[in-house]
């Protein structure tokens, strides 16, 4: 396995898995502007390595990540921005959701602002036991960054998502699942076990390639109506049966083993 920290951010390979560590105890991994560099340019590094086909990003410590360092709020309320900078920043915020390689939110305690918004773009939430969770910024005098004004209705519906955006009141993993938020909820010291278990499902039955269109066609597809969306999608399946990956799939299930598909290309 290959272990690296830098900027906060932790990352390890085991096989096809590649896991990402919010890794900051001094600040309970809240988050810096090198630290959300990090962040994106690590998934990017992952969705180019053909030997990675999923993703866990998680937290060490009690804390998945409670957002923006408040030190970096403090300055900016001090002395805010002039010249229109880091409005590019959200690329590293939302990467989850731009990569191919599909990405498990592990979400190991507090989850709130910037926090949130990093698991809300990821594809699959698993949260910890009573782990607690607030969208935090209508708290902090700042509105709902990051795309979170999209992303989260698309979770839990557009009533529940202004309630919890408004009131930037605190839930629990438990209520989070009720709400549709992540998919699971497990005992803290099974966290790390059951999303790697998942990811490893991922990467051994699933063709990276299909995995990856699938995330393109669920950004694409959903702004459309429903007739332009199927007649996209229609396109796409004709075109995948002439992919290695139909193949694979057929002689494995035939065969009775687990398939070999090849590492996905770049998907536009």
Known sequence: MSESTVDGVGYAADGPVATVTFTKPER???MDV???ARYGALLRQADADPAVRAVVVTGAGKAFCPGADLGLLDNLAAKPPSDGGGHENFRDVLAAATVGVPVIAAINGGCAGLGFV??????VRFAAAGAKFTTAFARRG???EYGIAKLLPELVGR???RDLLLSGRTFTAEQAKEYGLVQEV???EELGLRAHAYATELATHSAPRSMAVMKAQF???????LEEAAREATALMIESFGRPELAEGLASWNERRPPEFPPHPAVS
């Open 28 to 30: 309970n991994n809240a």
């Open 118 to 123: 990093i698991a809300c773009a990821a594809d």
């Open 34 to 36: 090198p630290m959300q």
């Open 142 to 144: 700042l509105i709902a």
């Open 186 to 188: 497990v005992p803290a």
């Open 219 to 225: 950004e694409r597809e959903a702004a459309l109506p």
């Open 159 to 161: 009533g529940r998502a």
